[in-house]
């Protein structure tokens, strides 16, 4: 029994998509260096007490090592939303085109 859902994606398939993820991921991270309003989000979530929590839990007493945990925090979670969004729509584009 097989549980192969489709086709095998094409090498260059899947190269364009790590290339989209980093150019995205990249395209987010610059986000947080250029907008305000990103940026006071960040600074919103990283006061929260559950970060309050999670610095303790790390063992980052001082601010650099809790700015560090920020930085990582951020660049996986901008990681995450470009996967998502190539996802998204690498689907799309799946549906739009015609099979052969």
């Known amino acids: 029994m097989s549980t ?3 086709p095998t994606p094409s090498v260059a398939r899947t190269l364009y998509k790590t290339l989209a993820v980093l150019a995205l991921t990249a395209l ?3 986000s947080l ?3 305000a309003t990103v ?3 960040v600074d919103h979530i990283a006061g929260t007490g559950m ?3 999670v ?3 790390a063992g980052a007493n ?3 090592t809790q700015e560090q945990m920020i930085v990582m925090a951020a660049a996986l979670v901008c990681c995450l939303l470009a996967i998502a969004v190539v996802e998204v729509a690498d689907r799309l584009f799946s549906r739009l085109r015609p099979q052969s």
């Open 4 to 6: 192969h859902a489709g």
């Open 28 to 30: 987010f991270l610059l």
């Open 33 to 35: 260096r250029f907008s």
């Open 39 to 41: 940026a006071g989000l």
């Open 51 to 53: 970060w309050l929590a």
């Open 55 to 57: 610095y303790r839990l």
């Open 62 to 64: 001082d601010a650099t």
